[in-house]
């Protein structure tokens, strides 16, 4: 595998409360992604970021927001976790131009 | 932007029979297509992809097609294996400079029946 870290693999939290989910990586890779996935919706992209501190939009990013301070470091915030936000979250890395490589995932339930 | 219809979203096959999974696509800008493995409790991991100057690519018992005229790219994976199942993803991409702009169809998970 490539390396990637997810953490916390799994997490249950109340709606309101904030979360912060973070994706480290070893192998310097330029580009890093937040994707979510749901049943019928496949993989969608909620922000990625193409260096230290340059971030910008995906997909689906009402809610969410992301920090990357370190190349190795990527951080995904729901600022007010709601029901909806309940999915299983995967990072990734890529180069820019090969494949992307992605972690083992989260498992984020909102009660 | 693009969209990627993939069929059917589960496929059940004997072991060692074919199994085919079909998506397409919208946007003619796009020009790269990965397909992607994911099992159960794992991430997504890219099994092959292919360009649009190529018709056909192939690794061992997995080949991938692509008809750009008409829009549609195929996964076929010959002589399954147990360990073949999982879900499969297809995607488009109108570039291979960034992930950003790939887009993911829904899935199809497969079962391999020994």
């Known amino acids: 595998d490539a390396g990637i870290t997810q953490s916390p693999r799994h997490k249950v939290t109340e709606t309101g409360t904030p979360v912060t989910l973070r994706c480290h990586q070893t192998?310097?890779?330029?580009?890093m992604y937040w994707y979510r996935q749901d049943p019928g919706h496949g993989l969608r992209l909620i922000h990625y970021s193409y260096g230290v501190k340059d971030t910008d939009k995906g997909e689906v990013s009402d809610g969410y927001s992301v920090s990357r301070s370190k190349t190795e470091d990527f951080l995904l915030t729901l600022e007010s976790a709601t029901s909806s936000q309940t999915s299983v979250y995967f990072c990734?890395?890529?180069?820019?131009?090969?494949?992307?490589?992605f972690g083992q995932g989260t498992r984020l339930t909102v009660v | 932007g693009e969209n990627v219809e993939q069929h059917p979203s589960t496929l059940s096959v004997q072991e060692g029979d074919s199994a085919v999974i079909k998506c397409t696509y919208s946007d003619s800008a796009s020009n790269y297509f990965p397909w992607y493995k994911q099992e159960l409790g794992k991430g997504p991991q890219l099994i092959i992809d292919i360009r649009s100057n190529v018709g056909e690519k192939k690794d061992q018992r997995i080949a991938v097609t692509l008809n750009k005229t008409a829009k549609h790219f195929s996964l076929h994976i010959t002589e399954t294996q147990p360990e073949d199942s999982a879900v499969y993803f297809c995607a488009a991409s109108p570039n291979s400079g960034g992930y950003q702009k790939v887009t993911f169809g829904t899935g199809t998970k497969l079962q391999v029946i020994p």
């Open positions: 990734a890395i890529s180069t820019g131009t090969t494949e992307a490589f």
């Open positions: 192998e310097n890779h330029r580009y």
